[in-house]
């Protein structure tokens, strides 16, 4: 798939052209395309303390571009959007969760989303929040959702690559009043757009493909209802939960490539899938760009691009652990959507219900013919 197949005829650049221009300010004559990090505690500030710069916890020059920049792959050609990056995907989840949910409210979270999820869910619960959960397949979650004041969703799901059909919970969602959030984590913005789907927050972890060096962590919620992001605002001030200005300025560079690396990594991860498909020794094989996968259909209503993640078994951990240990471009590493290959047993960590055999692999930038290669040799070379 090309950046092109979604986007309609006229309205507007690219992708790719989108992506490499992000965010830049005017051009100043002898003065850098992206300026550089500005490292700031506090900023020159006589008299009354208006902004737009203060203080280095409340506002940063460097955040500023980068935000924008998010925001114009978060919704392109909007001008209404918010933007604020955090110090973590955790942060920025954290941010929205604890900012618009108080005691006695009902919130509705996906049970098969990220590991750190069920923690949260401990904290909610304590701050007297009622927590419902339910799969994300099957648009579960909507069998739960009945007076709830948030709905929070994850698709495509992580580990499990299900796919809810985004239009119609935001639909009943938003019949009933609830709130609608969506981690686009996996996605990127470059492979779906909450906001134009309908949904009131899109947050993300920066950690993954958005930034995809596997360098740096960060995280970011998007909006079009100022209300809703003046108290997002106020808890990043209040928790201090932001990124450095080094963090900051490395994403806005990383962003420039992000259709290179989102074409080429959802290629490879295709091309992955395709290869272990029909393999006697892979079950449960998942990837929402496989034609005949569970997901697809949905997926190809809502997504412009299929992500970089595929999971799959192997018959039982040991060899699961031996066909990691062959892999020679691929690192046993967690995390996804490096342009450097990596893939992990995921049953290792406890927590997601996993067969003990589970593979999460995270398709990289590499020469697809040699990604393939190797993992084929090491399926090879990992059985008994
Ligand atoms: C990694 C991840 C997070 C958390 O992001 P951090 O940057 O590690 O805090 C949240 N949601 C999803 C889907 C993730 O993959």
Known sequence: MTSGDFDTPGAGPGDGTRAVRA?????????????????????????????PYTYGRDENPTWTHLERAIGELEAPGEDGVETLAFASGMAAISAVLFSQLRAGDTVVLPDDGYQVLPLVREQLTA??????????????????????????????????????????????????????????????PLG????????????????????????????????????????????RKIVGAIPGPMEAWLAH??????????????????????????????????YPGLPDDPSHKVAAQQMRRFGCVVSFSLPTRARAERFLDALRIVDDATSFGGVRSTAERRGRWGGDAVPEGFIRFSAGAEDPEDLVADVLRALEESAE
Request: hydrophobic letters at 40%; aromatic letters at 4%; a neutral charge.
């Open 23 to 51: 965010g830049l300010p005017e051009p100043v004559k002898y003065e850098p395309t992206l300026p550089g990090p500005v490292f700031a505690a506090h900023f020159h500030l006589p008299g009354e303390p208006t902004g």
């Open 253 to 286: 560079r990383s962003l420039a490539t992000l259709q290179l690396r989102a074409d080429r990594q959802t290629a490879n991860a295709l091309a992955v899938a395709g290869a272990l498909r029909g393999r006697p020794e892979v079950s449960g094989l998942r």
């Open 127 to 188: 701050y007297g929040i009622e927590v419902r959960t339910a799969p994300t397949g099957d648009d579960a979650q909507l069998g739960v959702l009945g007076g709830a004041k948030l709905l929070w969703i994850e698709t495509p799901s992580n580990p499990g690559l299900d796919v809810c059909d985004l239009r119609r919970l935001v639909a009943a969602a938003h019949a009933q009043g609830t709130l609608v959030a969506v981690d686009n984590t996996l996605a990127t």
């Open 192 to 235: 779906q757009r909450p906001l134009e789907l309908g949904a009131d927050f899109s947050v993300a972890s920066g950690t993954k493909m958005l930034t995809g060096h596997g360098d740096l962590l960060l995280g970011y919620v998007a909006s079009r209802n100022a209300g809703l992001m003046a108290a997002v605002r106020r808890w």
